[in-house]
């Protein structure tokens, strides 16, 4: 596409980054393995509408100004750990779910929702878009935003195919694992614990 550059190092560059598992690679796992591949891919497609959010931040040059400013980043980086230390206690607290049962509509948006509001307000992925994305931008190209847009979009479409995929294996592997009553309820509790912890470390992290 005309205002980029080096696309094919991108797009496998872009690969490399979403197989590196991360907070939202947990939140997938732990939702398809005990819900089974309906939650992780609802899990999934929030996740990749949280990335939109801040492609579109960094096309429009809205994460300049998180990058630059000192309290931006720390109210949105607090704003970030609480959610995920939330969603941990909500995890610890679950009770074991039957992935076989049909979830209703609620709970697939609640997953959506918790998926989406998880990438949003990580202010690491709008700095690493901030960071990543100008490296293949072309910088005397017009329109500079809409070559932001295009990566964006490709990073995130290759991520929600990954993420797609990683749900469906863990739910093919939970299947069996999480029938057990007591494994599922550990694993959330597990799964929990790293999201609090997740929290906590984004707390202590530094611009």
Request: net charge positive; aromatic share 12%.
């Amino acid at each position: 596409m005309p205002g980029t550059q080096d696309l094919l190092l991108f797009v496998f560059s872009a690969l490399l980054l979403n197989i590196t598992p991360g907070p939202d690679t947990l939140y997938i796992v732990g939702r398809s393995s005990t819900q089974g591949f309906k939650a992780g891919a609802n899990a999934a497609l929030g996740i990749s509408a949280g990335i939109m959010v801040h492609v579109t931040a960094a096309a429009l040059g809205l994460s300049a100004i998180l990058a630059a400013s000192a309290t931006a980043f720390t109210v949105l980086k607090v704003a970030g750990a609480v959610y995920l230390i939330y969603i941990g206690i909500s995890l610890i607290r679950s009770r074991a779910v039957d992935a076989n049962t049909a979830m209703d509509r609620a709970t697939l948006r609640t997953i959506f929702v918790q998926g989406f509001w998880t990438n949003v307000l990580n202010p690491k992925v709008a700095l690493f878009f901030l960071a990543f994305l100008p490296q293949f931008v072309d910088a005397a190209a017009p329109g500079r935003a809409f070559s932001f847009l295009f990566l964006g979009l490709v990073f995130n479409l290759n991520g929600t195919l990954w993420n797609l995929f990683v749900a469906w294996s863990s739910a093919r592997i939970g299947r069996g694992l999480m029938a057990n009553d007591t494994v599922s309820r550990w694993f959330n509790r597990c799964v929990g614990v790293l999201f609090v912890c997740l929290g906590a470390r984004l707390v202590l992290a530094k611009e």
